[in-house]
């Protein structure tokens, strides 16, 4: 079953704009991941929040989280037109993962 | 450093035809291995994941099996392919323990005709 709920689906932007998904999740969860896939490949890790953090930075990564709205967020600041991909969110209880459905980001040149 | 490698990157099978993924983890020991299946457009489907040699959980039951006969190899098999077994097929490790993120292979493409 999903666990993690990303917003929007889609997301069209120009190069140099900020993109910002959420995830939304409905139970406890030892930690929150972030990863990215280009068409037709792997997941990629960008970064892991721990439910006892708050925000956490990496690079152009902004990653927020808040328990109590069982709810995160990515920013990625100056967006590139290599940004273009999918990004899902994980959910981690109990050394499982579970992913969502994604959210499909295209920046345009 | 670690590395993952999962193949082959594409197949299509006959239905009925059985089936054999291997993926194999480089650079480290005792990894956590799980086998995700993604649909076209979707999220990942947990379908097993090992936390040792010869233990297997499985998430999803259907028409699918794994096996870890080697500390850092996880195999996914079928003995008679369906048409809803196509998919995109990943492995991943990551470390035992809490808070470490997942690291992925390249992915199979599975196209059951």
């Known amino acids: 079953s999903q666990q993690g709920e990303e917003d929007p689906q889609a997301l069209s932007i120009q190069e140099g704009e900020n993109a910002t998904m959420n995830c939304s999740y409905k139970?406890?969860?030892?930690?929150l991941q972030w990863y990215r896939q280009n068409s037709g490949r792997g997941l990629v890790h960008l970064i892991l929040?721990?439910?006892?953090?708050r925000e956490k930075h990496s690079g152009r990564l902004r990653v927020t989280l808040d328990t109590s709205k069982k709810s995160s967020s990515l920013l990625i600041t100056a967006s590139r037109a290599a940004d273009t991909a999918s990004y899902f969110c994980?959910?981690?209880?109990?050394?499982?993962?579970?992913f969502g459905a994604g959210t499909r980001l295209f920046v345009k040149a | 450093s670690q590395t993952i490698h999962q193949w082959p990157a594409t197949l299509v099978q006959p239905v009925g035809s059985p089936l054999s993924l291997e993926c194999t983890v480089e650079?480290?020991?005792?990894?956590?291995l799980y086998w995700y299946r993604q649909a076209a457009g979707r999220g990942l489907q947990l379908l097993f994941y090992?936390?040792?040699?010869?233990?297997i959980s499985s998430e999803v039951p259907q028409n699918l099996s794994a096996s870890r006969p080697q500390d850092r190899q996880f195999i996914l098999s079928s003995k008679k392919l369906l048409l809803s077994d196509s998919g995109f097929y990943l492995c991943?490790?990551?470390?035992?323990?809490?808070?470490?993120?997942?690291?992925f292979g390249s992915g199979t493409r599975l196209t059951v005709v």
């Open positions: 929040i721990r439910s006892n953090e």
């Open positions: 090992s936390v040792g040699i010869g233990q």
């Open positions: 994980a959910t981690e209880n109990n050394a499982l993962a579970i």
């Open positions: 650079g480290t020991s005792n990894p956590n």
């Open positions: 139970t406890s969860i030892n930690n």
């Open positions: 991943a490790w990551r470390k035992s323990g809490l808070n470490y993120g997942y690291t």
